[in-house]
């Protein structure tokens, strides 16, 4: 059985910084694709970053994160991190950590994960 277990959520001023980390148990964490969505009320959840197995060679931002936000992976502590920097209100949303076993998955949206995590409340104030 695969978990995914969140944690770094919190509320920020706009213009701060937050790191989400996302701990992965069972499973061969170095062999999936990881990634974050973000999911606003009423709405689907979107990919905001994703970084490929292994070496995490690849990477995708959304263009409304590009140049603040930042994953990356650990396999040896079997983790994914997004580093969010220059933080705006309208980057409130609950994030979620994902693991795919097929990387291209996450470009087919939220129906392509295999596993999620409970996800992160990130709160930014203006």
């Known amino acids: 059985q695969v978990r995914l277990v969140e944690s770094g959520g919190g509320l920020v001023q706009s213009g701060g910084s937050l790191e989400l980390s996302c701990e992965v148990y069972?499973?061969?964490?170095?062999?999936?694709?990881m990634g974050w969505f973000r999911q606003a009320p009423g709405k689907e959840r979107e990919l905001v970053a994703s970084?490929?197995?292994?070496?995490?060679?690849?990477?995708y931002v959304a263009d409304n994160a590009n140049g603040r936000f930042t994953i990356s992976r650990d396999n040896a502590k079997n983790t994914v991190y997004l580093q969010m920097n220059s933080l705006k209100p309208e980057d409130t949303d609950v994030y979620f950590c994902?693991?795919?076993?097929?990387?291209?998955?996450?470009?087919?949206?939220?129906?392509?994960?295999?596993?999620w995590g409970k996800g992160a409340l990130v709160t930014v104030s203006s």
């Open positions: 069972g499973g061969t964490f170095s062999e999936y694709g």
């Open positions: 970084i490929s197995p292994r070496t995490g060679s690849a990477k």
């Open positions: 994902a693991a795919v076993r097929a990387y291209g998955n996450f470009f087919v949206g939220s129906r392509g994960v295999d596993y």
